[in-house]
């Protein structure tokens, strides 16, 4: 069963930076040719998508994260990054990555911990 482990959370000001990682223990073809996304999720709302990267290397972003978030993978490394910028108190959440299975409202692999971000005012 392969296992997620996303990390680099933390507390930053508004405005700072984090780079957040995760690691797919899967083996290296699975994850090159899956489409990987970051998701962030508050108390009490649904899970949302914040980014995605397909396989051909294609990116797709939330609106709200757009020009401030940078999603990147390492298909070596079978790591997906997700490069935060201008962070702002509502980007405050648990990220979480996994790898959506199209047209299926379903994911490849179990949900990890996530990682949490928190942006102070």
């Known amino acids: 069963q392969a296992q997620l482990a996303e990390s680099g959370g933390g507390l930053v000001e508004t405005g700072g930076s984090l780079r957040l990682s995760c690691v797919v223990s899967t083996h290296v073809g699975i994850f090159r040719s899956s489409t990987m996304g970051w998701y962030r999720q508050t108390p009490g709302k649904q899970r949302e998508l914040v980014a995605a990267?397909?396989?051909?290397?294609?990116?797709k972003y939330a609106d709200f994260v757009k020009g401030r978030f940078t999603i990147s993978r390492d298909n070596g490394r079978r790591t997906v990054y997700l490069q935060m910028n201008s962070l702002e108190p509502e980007d405050t959440a648990v990220y979480y990555c996994?790898?959506?299975?199209?047209?299926?409202?379903?994911?490849?692999?179990?949900w990890g911990q996530g990682t949490q971000v928190t942006v102070s005012s």
């Open positions: 990267v397909i396989h051909t290397g294609d990116k």
């Open positions: 996994n790898s959506p299975i199209p047209h299926t409202g379903t994911y490849q692999f179990t």
